[in-house]
DNA sequence: TGAAGAAATGAATTAACATTCACTTCATCA
DNA sequence: TGATGAAGTGAATGTTAATTCATTTCTTCA
């Protein structure tokens, strides 16, 4: 037995794979996915291109783990949300204009996570992202069903669905790189976010919220 | 002067053409984006893969314009809904429920169109025919917004980009190879989709109606 | 110190299609 | 009919990065 991983390497080989995810993770929201090429995260990172994969089987692996680290930070925060105190529609409006803002904080970060063209494999990673979050506003829906205060008569998992789908093309607009021209330290440009945050979330809470009279719609079909 | 085109000629042009869209609608249909090969969408045609370079300039200028054909038809049938009688209310409503339902009736093209992992410059070409839908949504609401009927507290563009969003993704799980297994031919079929379409308006529906009163949501900002 | 094995390297290879183009076939008309 | 030029062909080429792997450089420990 002449080697053996000792404490120091391992920590090294740590840091390197951190290093690869950081440098990925930059790449990206500084030059959207046209930038996120194995060499130049591998350049990045201080470390040539197939050392990249001795830490990741493939690009898509590499950045869906990326897209994962990011993701789950806000599950995290919506999650909490859902847990603390106040109505559904509270937490529901809470929940739904905080997402807003955060991705607007990163927004080059946040348009590439959430809309811009990218790869197949990398865009199939998204999916799983999204069912999370549906998966929190699900819960947060549900308890508001059973407490009385969402209407009852559409799914959970289908609202939660619909109101995921309703706020993220809400932000596609101001994030992509065209909506998006005004310098980001302005106070005119944190106020105009917190509105839009508030309108998009008010828009979610009131397609939930329980009709307070029965009027039934009349749907016709004149195709 | 040793040749002119005849009438003859240039209806075989004008033909073959359409026997190319009409092959790479029909691949697309059948097969999703990985079937959408130039290559064969040539064969499919009868012809020669350089021949269709002949009528296209480029894979990406061919998709696009199957997309901007199928759109075309969605946007007009969402227009004329949109130019009907009744409320606004009932006008959005049946918008929606009626794009659910024709969607529906073609699961895999919709997919294809509306959601799955593309290309790129065809995912570009998607935006186009998102802002046309949206462009219509956005008149009915902007109709029920003077009429009284429907808030005004929210921007009628952002309330359409929102609903657009939603529809859009409630369908993606019920269009994606995954969520639909049932026989399309059922009448139980029939009716899930009615009643997905009717679920999926109604949110839409009760994200813009106006509040009977004003009770403001108190946002906070825990994180 | 040096043998043994792990980690790192980066130029060369691969892959998967889109696109081109030199050539063939077809249509027109003097 | 054959000269002219358009239409059609499909094998060859081009493109763009991801991925590989023979080689080199490091680590460990007897």
């Known amino acids: 037995m002449a080697y ?17 995810l950081a440098a990925a993770r930059r790449l990206v929201s500084e030059g959207g996915w046209k930038e996120a090429q194995v060499a130049s995260v591998a350049a990045a990172a201080g470390m040539a291109t ?22 789950q930070r806000e599950v995290d925060v919506l999650a909490a949300i859902a847990a603390s105190g106040g109505s559904a529609t509270q937490r529901l409006h809470t929940a739904v204009s905080t997402f ?16 811009e063209p990218c790869d197949k494999e990398i865009d199939e990673a998204r999916l799983t ?10 819960s947060i829906v549900a308890a508001g069903q059973q407490a009385g205060s ?3 008569d559409v799914a959970a ?11 993220m093309e809400g932000l596609i607009g101001p994030l992509s790189p065209l909506g998006r021209r ?14 839009l945050a508030d309108e998009i979330a008010t828009l979610a809470c009131a397609s939930v919220t329980a009709p307070p009279s029965t009027v039934r719609q009349l749907p016709r079909r004149p195709s």
């Open 4 to 20: 053996r991983q000792t404490a120091s390497v391992e920590a090294r080989l740590h840091d390197n794979r951190a290093r690869i």
């Open 50 to 71: 197939g050392t990249v994969y001795r830490y990741f089987p493939s690009k898509a692996e590499l950045f869906a783990e990326v897209l994962s680290a990011v993701s």
């Open 100 to 115: 807003v803002q955060r991705a607007m904080r990163n927004p080059r970060l946040a348009y590439a996570l959430i809309a």
């Open 129 to 138: 992202y999204r069912a999370a979050i549906s998966e929190v506003i699900r």
């Open 150 to 152: 969402l209407r009852t």
């Open 157 to 167: 998992d289908l609202a939660a669905t619909v109101i995921v789908g309703g706020f």
């Open 182 to 195: 005004q310098r980001q330290d302005s106070e005119a440009y944190r106020r105009s976010v917190a509105a």
